[in-house]
């Protein structure tokens, strides 16, 4: 097996890794945009909690949610 670092190989993971990078720090960016991000994401719980909070708010806000029509209900 061949374990020296050809020019094609480092171009190809460095090509791929920027890839990568520049997707998440996308993602984050759009994330951070939408209110997907909670106040407290820095804790010790920070990826888990920030998870939770994104999917909840992705849930919670859609036009059709049967959760908000029956706070909605309840509301009036």
Do not use: C, F
């Amino acid at each position: 097996m061949n374990d020296k670092l050809s020019r094609r190989k480092l171009i190809t993971s460095g090509l791929a890794t920027a890839a990568g990078v520049s997707g998440l720090a996308v993602a984050a960016k759009l994330a951070n945009h939408y209110g997907l991000i909670p106040p407290d994401y820095g804790g010790v719980y920070g990826v888990g909690e920030t998870l939770t909070y994104g999917a909840q708010r992705l849930l919670m806000s859609s036009r059709h949610s049967r959760a908000n029509s029956i706070v909605a209900r309840y509301q009036k």
